[in-house]
């Protein structure tokens, strides 16, 4: 069982345009089916980057590359974390999220995510 339930964030201006993280809303029901704590504001995205939509893997992992970073290491240090995407398509992201989170002193990371795109 997870220790903790981390949503893939949005960046601050991406959140203020859409109004709300599918990711994060989706990791909220998660973790209370597991009775799992939720950290929200544990991984942020700390760079703007372009929409992951429409570019090739390459690409991806160009965008994405030093996204994103932990605000608190202490609240994730050696947990197991259950990282939770709405959509994966190459993974760039995930991987990145995962990078970041093991960086910061997490312990075990397993994905979830509600729907797997065509990776091209």
């Known amino acids: 069982m997870a220790d903790a339930v981390v949503p893939v964030p949005l960046h601050h201006k991406r959140l203020r ?32 980057t372009l929409p992951q939509v429409g570019l090739r893997y390459k690409a991806r992992v160009k965008n994405i590359k030093g996204a994103y970073g932990v605000s608190n290491s202490n609240v994730i240090k050696d947990k197991k974390i259950l990282l939770v995407d709405d959509v994966v398509t190459t993974g760039a992201t995930i991987r990145e999220c995962s990078s970041t989170l093991k960086r910061a002193g997490a ?11 065509m990776r091209d």
């Open 107 to 117: 312990g075990e990371i397993y994905v979830i995510s509600l729907a797997h795109g």
């Open 17 to 48: 345009e859409r109004e709300f993280n599918q990711s994060a809303l989706i990791a909220k029901h998660i973790a209370e089916e597991i009775k799992s704590q939720l950290l929200l504001d544990c991984l942020l995205k700390i760079r703007d």
